[in-house]
């Protein structure tokens, strides 16, 4: 048995957390690097305000959290798709249920913390963990439901990847391909709302946006090919999971989801310096005037 291996599996909640956290970051940057394609990063945004509206009314009906948060999640999903410009979720839609959906967050935070449910300051941790995360204290049964939800999505994205890629960057070629655009849309944002819920339980709805968005961002500041990009931002959310939770491990007083999200965040600004760098390396070519015509054309190398 290797040293990292052993340092993961010589203690079960850092492999419950190293598991369910593989998973969930690979869902979140195939979902991410989507979202950044096609210009919905404000979704994203606002499912993180959901997923912890959906918690809290879980527990302030007495039920389990996950039905809340993976029900609010994807409803609202749903929602944004149905009244959303061609089904996209547009800033408008958006922003004119955000404050509502703050709000009855705000209401069953104070229901949960007053009834008989949460006494004793349970209501106040539990409100914590659902907006910083607590990957660090999943149990057993707890990551295997996240891994099999993340799973779902990864495999779904990748039967969707091709169609679902090209009604993104074009949808009205791709109708006009036979692309089922609309319904692709609607299943996107399904699996859109999946990931959001499954995510919340590593880093927490507030940190959830850049679980999504600066791995995707960091990917497609790399390449210009979309299918590259995508893989790339799943392992640039993979590698900023195992830094950031082991990073939390040998630092007892930094919180994983800060880790987490602080390796991302590194990685996305590191992009701006290294593309900065090639910039100087290979300067595009000067523009010449083509012989006879007076037009600029672009310089061979």
Known sequence: M??????????????????????IALAAGLTGSIVVLRGQV????????????????????GVDLRLGLYGGCIAFALLLAVLG???????????????????????FLSVFTTSSSGTGGSGG??????????????????????????LLVVMALLLLGRPLLFASLDPAVAASRGVPVRALSYGFFV????????????????????????????????TARPFRALWLSAVIAVGSMWAGLSL????????PSFGILGVATV???????????????????PARVRPGTGREVAGAR
Do not use: E, K
């Not at 410009?85 to 009855?104: E, M």
């Not at 995360?133 to 099999?148: M, T």
């Open 2 to 23: 290797t040293t990292a291996a052993f340092f993961v599996f010589a203690h079960p909640f850092l492999a419950s957390a190293f598991g369910a956290g593989t998973a």
């Open 42 to 61: 404000f979704a994203g945004d606002a499912l993180s305000h959901v997923a912890f509206t959906g918690a809290l009314a879980a527990l302030a009906l």
């Open 85 to 107: 410009r061609r089904s996209g979720g547009d800033d408008t839609v958006i922003g004119a249920v955000f404050a509502w959906v703050l709000g009855l967050g705000a209401l």
């Open 125 to 150: 941790t539990t409100g914590v963990n659902v907006l910083f995360g607590s990957i660090l204290g999943l149990s057993r049964s707890q990551a295997l439901g996240d891994v099999v939800v993340a």
């Open 191 to 222: 699996l859109l709302g999946m990931t959001a819920g499954v995510a919340t339980q590593a880093v927490g709805a507030l940190l959830l946006l850049g679980l999504l968005a600066a791995p995707a961002g960091a990917a497609q500041r790399l």
């Open 248 to 255: 939390a491990y040998v630092i007892s007083a930094v919180p």
């Open 267 to 285: 990685i996305y600004l590191g992009t701006f310096v290294w593309t900065g760098l090639a910039g100087r390396r290979h300067p595009p070519a």
